[in-house]
Each structure stands twice: as structure tokens, then as C-alpha cells.
């Protein structure tokens, strides 16, 4: 228990530092747009498929069960999708999204930053006076924050439309009805923003901390990718707590 407490200590400082070091490197010297469009297309565009299954099949579940379960209490179904569109807007939508990229691209982070470790590419960088940092972190956190935005906003919308059809098809809800913003009010956009641009920070600067840690040959990236998955889902939940609390006490 000592030993995982003093890793996750380890991690938090590593990340700290590089979160330090890639914003100096951004102020100092911004990438430019050939650097950070191919990862945005990275980020965003494969990632489409896996978003919308993902997401549309979230918001069918959710919705049939938050109805089924409504209907054993009440037999008024009319604030069902006022509630499910406030959830999704606060806490699904950013969460679920994060934790689906964090598996398709936090990983092929790592795996990238660690093989350039294990090749010594890194040090061919640092030879030809290129900082690792400005050429392969920067950029990454720029796309990242920049399509984790689009993603959700994205990912909510596939969520509700999916949720409405099974709504109307199952429960005979009329969209009118469903798509409902009686409960949803500015805070929720604000705080589901937040939590997307925390994700949209947090995740690249962890895989990227996890690539550059790693050691030997292919065995250590695979430890440096799983790594890198573990720590950032941690991030991802950790996160989604905090900053729900400080929202609901500030």
C-alpha cells in the first residue's frame, strides 16, 4: 500500500513538472499549425466511430433503465429526459469521453514517446537541440484540449439523439417532450466545460510522463502503455470527483 501511494506521489510531481514545462514551452514558443492539425485528426477524427458507438449505445441503456425504474414509482415519464440530458451534459458526457480516449489515444501516446525512449530517438532530439518537450508534448496537449471539446460536445449530442429515438420508440415520449433543458441550467454547461478541459489536460501530460519513464525494449513500453492507461483512467475519476466537489462548494 506504501509502495502504490508513494508511486501515485511520483507520478503527480513527474506530471506536474512536465504540465510546467509544456505550458513555458507553449508561451515561449507556440507550435504551429502543421505540428498540432495531424494529432487533432488523430484525436478527433479516428475516434469518431468508436465515440458514437460507444456513446449512443450510453445514452439507449441510460434511458431505458432510468425509465423502466420511473415507472415502478411513478407512471409519469415527462421529466425523464430533462434529467438525462442534465446528467449527460454534467457528467457523462465529459467522463464517458475521456474515458474512451484515454484508451485509443492516451495509450498510442505512450507507446509513441516510449519507443522514441527505448530507440534512443529522444536523445537524437536532444543532439540536433530539438526539446523534446516543444516538439512532442506541446502539440499534443494542444490538440488534445482543442478535440476533447469537440469530442464531447459530439459524443453528448449522438447520446441524446439516441436516447430520444428509444424514448419515443419504447415509451412513446415525444421529442418535444424529452429534449427537455427544465432542469439544465449554466452551471451544468460550466462544470461539465471544466471537467472536459481538466481531462483534456490531464490525460496527454500523463501519457506523456508514462512514455518518457520508460526502459528497456519492447516489454518497456508495453509497461509504459498500460501504465499510462491505469494512471490516466485514476486521473479521469479523481478528477470528475474534485472538481463536482469544489463546483458544489464554491
Given at each position: 500500500?506504501?509502495?502504490?501511494?508513494?508511486?501515485m506521489?511520483?507520478?503527480?510531481?513527474?506530471?506536474?513538472?512536465?504540465?510546467?514545462?509544456?505550458?513555458?514551452?507553449?508561451?515561449?514558443?507556440?507550435?504551429?499549425k502543421?505540428?498540432?492539425?495531424?494529432?487533432?485528426?488523430?484525436?478527433?477524427?479516428?475516434?469518431?466511430?468508436?465515440?458514437?458507438?460507444?456513446?449512443?449505445?450510453?445514452?439507449?441503456?441510460?434511458?431505458?433503465?432510468?425509465?423502466?425504474?420511473?415507472?415502478?414509482?411513478?407512471?409519469?415519464?415527462?421529466?425523464?429526459?430533462?434529467?438525462?440530458?442534465?446528467?449527460?451534459?454534467?457528467?457523462?458526457?465529459?467522463?464517458?469521453?475521456?474515458?474512451?480516449?484515454?484508451?485509443?489515444?492516451?495509450?498510442?501516446?505512450?507507446?509513441?514517446?516510449?519507443?522514441?525512449?527505448?530507440?534512443?530517438?529522444i536523445?537524437?532530439?536532444?543532439?540536433?537541440?530539438?526539446?523534446?518537450?516543444?516538439?512532442?508534448?506541446?502539440p499534443?496537449l494542444?490538440?488534445?484540449?482543442?478535440?476533447?471539446?469537440?469530442?464531447?460536445?459530439?459524443?453528448?449530442?449522438?447520446?441524446?439523439?439516441c436516447?430520444?429515438?428509444?424514448?419515443l420508440?419504447?415509451?412513446?415520449?415525444?421529442?418535444?417532450?424529452?429534449?427537455?433543458?427544465?432542469?439544465?441550467?449554466?452551471s451544468d454547461?460550466?462544470?461539465?466545460?471544466?471537467?472536459?478541459?481538466?481531462?483534456?489536460?490531464?490525460?496527454p501530460?500523463?501519457?506523456?510522463?508514462?512514455?518518457?519513464?520508460?526502459?528497456?525494449?519492447?516489454?518497456?513500453?508495453?509497461?509504459?502503455?498500460?501504465?499510462?492507461?491505469v494512471?490516466?483512467?485514476?486521473?479521469?475519476?479523481?478528477?470528475?470527483?474534485?472538481?463536482?466537489?469544489?463546483?458544489?462548494?464554491?
Amino acid at each position: 500500500m506504501q509502495r502504490a501511494f508513494q508511486g501515485m506521489l511520483s507520478v503527480l510531481a513527474n506530471s506536474s513538472t512536465l504540465l510546467v514545462h509544456t505550458v513555458r514551452s507553449i508561451l515561449k514558443s507556440p507550435p504551429n499549425k502543421a505540428m498540432i492539425i495531424p494529432y487533432m485528426f488523430n484525436i478527433g477524427n479516428r475516434s469518431l466511430l468508436f465515440l458514437t458507438v460507444t456513446l449512443g449505445f450510453l445514452g439507449i441503456i441510460s434511458v431505458y433503465q432510468g425509465c423502466m425504474q420511473t415507472m415502478k414509482v411513478l407512471p409519469d415519464l415527462s421529466m425523464a429526459g430533462a434529467v438525462f440530458i442534465a446528467v449527460m451534459i454534467r457528467e457523462f458526457g465529459p467522463t464517458i469521453t475521456a474515458l474512451m480516449l484515454v484508451t485509443r489515444v492516451g495509450s498510442g501516446i505512450a507507446a509513441e514517446i516510449g519507443t522514441m525512449v527505448v530507440t534512443e530517438q529522444i536523445e537524437a532530439l536532444k543532439v540536433t537541440n530539438t526539446d523534446p518537450i516543444d516538439y512532442l508534448v506541446a502539440p499534443r496537449l494542444i490538440a488534445f484540449v482543442i478535440m476533447m471539446v469537440a469530442c464531447t460536445a459530439y459524443g453528448s449530442l449522438v447520446a441524446i439523439a439516441c436516447g430520444t429515438v428509444l424514448a419515443l420508440v419504447r415509451f412513446d415520449l415525444p421529442p418535444a417532450t424529452f429534449l427537455s433543458l427544465q432542469l439544465t441550467d449554466m452551471s451544468d454547461f460550466y462544470q461539465g466545460l471544466i471537467k472536459t478541459l481538466a481531462y483534456g489536460v490531464a490525460i496527454p501530460i500523463i501519457s506523456a510522463e508514462s512514455g518518457f519513464r520508460a526502459f528497456g525494449g519492447s516489454e518497456g513500453v508495453g509497461t509504459a502503455t498500460t501504465r499510462a492507461v491505469v494512471n490516466s483512467l485514476f486521473a479521469v475519476i479523481f478528477l470528475d470527483f474534485l472538481v463536482g466537489a469544489l463546483y458544489r462548494i464554491f
